[in-house]
């Protein structure tokens, strides 16, 4: 289900959420890989630091893959995110035209790929997603629930 590559985009995304996580920001990271295999965008949650809302970890890292690509299109790309994407997020990826979503950990309370809702697969929309989940799972969860434990 999962290879090499896999692995290494998915530690590539956590070292992005523990970055987010040492600026005190909820710890989400993402990588956008382009299809020959380089990662063309990173991102991490920074909404406390940019004062924006939709500062999302998936949200920065598209818009970075999109001008180092010099495209709004993100065609054969891939997305590796620590936290299942939000509505937000998940419909901005489509918006985008990413093709494969690969995500750590489920979002029981906000999610969009799976758990409350699934827009990027929704059948109403002109594009879908492919999606595939658990990589990593373990190491994301704790960094959450540890994020967590320390604000409450």
């Known amino acids: 289900m999962f290879d090499e590559k896999d692995l290494i985009f998915m530690k590539e995304a956590l070292v992005e959420a523990e970055l987010a996580f040492k600026e005190e920001e909820v710890p ?3 990588v956008i890989v382009s299809p020959e295999g380089k990662i063309i965008g990173k991102g ?14 998936e949200i920065l ?26 509505p937000m997020c998940a419909y901005a990826l489509v918006l985008a035209r990413i093709e494969e979503l690969i995500f750590a950990t489920r979002d029981e309370k906000t999610g969009a790929c799976g ?38």
Do not use: M
Request: charged share 30%.
């Open 115 to 152: 758990s409350i809702y699934n827009l990027v697969q929704d059948l109403r929309f002109n594009h879908r997603i492919k999606i595939r989940e658990g990589l990593l799972k373990e190491e994301a969860q704790n960094l959450l629930k540890e994020f967590f434990k320390l604000r409450r």
């Open 61 to 86: 890292a598209i818009r970075e893959a999109c001008k180092n690509l010099g495209n709004f299109r993100l065609l054969g790309c891939k997305i590796y995110v620590t936290l299942e994407p939000c």
């Open 28 to 30: 989400v990271g993402a």
């Open 44 to 57: 991490r949650n920074q909404i406390i630091k940019l004062n924006d809302p939709t500062a999302h970890a």
